[in-house]
């Protein structure tokens, strides 16, 4: 059985691990999740790519927005707003605060994440092993200029969903990174693959804040398997969301060729880039990472699916 490891963000990531799942349907898959989108809110933890995941592969993710649960209403939310409890920007719904109520009463109860997160699979049944990065505290900060000229650090969520990239991110800070563990696992599940993916997922707040945790990269680098991503950009722009305002707040161009060489050649063993992208196979390779142009969009979970065959194909040329 092929033994697959993914290192995920949310929809992104969980739209390819649908596509793998169909592509692969017997490989034994480990998703390593990004934690460092996660939020207090209300008194609650929630963990947005965590439950994106859960969701999408369980069957109960709102398919039009990709996030978030199927048939949710709203009644909790605009009952805290009636109160004047905030931040009223971030939309929890009924079905959603469930999820959170539980994984904040287990980690109140001194469970740590990695077993909450289990206990909350148990449920959805994703078909996948899913492990937070670290059991540990990591929140991403973005630098931001205020309308009155300072500058200042918000949450990543308050800069993605409140303010919707709309003013120039100056940093991106892994808060608690560099002082996190990986979760109990991780380092296990890497060590035991035969290939590592990095799905189309944010190069800097998702894939990058994992590879922040000390030891990740550390085990990929000494794993000596095949390590093959897929550009999260098409034609130098990404997908959906806003990940080349996060490039350009670390220096680096949004481009599928940039955004592989900032992964570099001791991380990445090959890279996929879409078909509109083939001018940038030539500056791939000349990089030491082996690259293929196929087509990248996610339309369907057959599309994806051949996205994920490509990805094993590049690898298992790469480990030959």
């Known amino acids: 059985m092929q033994r697959i490891v993914v290192l995920a963000g949310g929809i992104g990531g969980a739209r390819f691990l649908r596509g793998l799942k169909s592509a692969a349907p017997d490989a034994d898959v480990t998703v390593i999740g990004n934690t460092g989108d996660d939020i207090h809110l209300f008194g609650l933890k929630v963990c947005p790519d965590l439950d994106t995941v859960m969701y999408t592969l369980g069957g109960g993710i ?56 289990e206990a909350l699979c148990d449920r959805w049944k994703p078909g996948v092993r899913l492990l937070p990065m670290t059991d540990d505290r990591v929140e991403t900060h973005v630098a931001v200029d205020t309308p009155e000229g300072e500058r200042r650090a918000v949450h990543f969520q308050e800069y993605w969903v409140r303010l919707r990239a709309s003013v120039d991110a100056h940093a991106i800070v892994p808060v608690g990174a560099d002082q996190a563990t990986p979760a109990p696992g991780v380092l296990e599940a890497i060590a035991e693959a035969d290939v590592v993916l990095f799905p189309p997922s944010n190069p800097v ?35 959906r969301g806003m990940a080349d305002k996060v490039l350009a707040a670390i220096g680096v161009e949004a481009t599928a060729a940039a955004v592989a060489r900032h992964y570099g050649s001791g991380l990445l063993d090959g890279w996929l880039v879409d078909t509109v992208d083939e001018a940038a196979v030539a500056e791939v390779e000349a990089a030491g990472i082996r690259c293929r142009a196929v087509p990248l969009l996610m339309k369907d979970t057959e599309a994806t699916a051949r996205m994920a065959a490509e990805a094993l194909t590049l690898a298992a040329e790469v480990a030959a």
């Open 62 to 117: 709102h398919e039009g927005q990709g996030w978030g649960r199927s048939g949710e209403t709203f009644t909790v939310k605009e009952e805290l707003a009636a109160y004047g409890v905030g931040p009223e920007w971030f939309g929890l719904g009924d079905r959603d605060f469930a999820t959170h109520i539980v994984r904040t009463r287990m980690l109140g109860a001194g469970y740590p994440l990695s077993a909450v997160t």
């Open 205 to 239: 707040v998702s894939i990058g804040t994992i590879l922040a945790v000390p030891g990740i990269r550390e085990a990929l680098a000494e794993a000596g398997v095949p390590v093959v991503g897929l550009s999260p950009l098409v034609g130098g722009a990404p997908v």
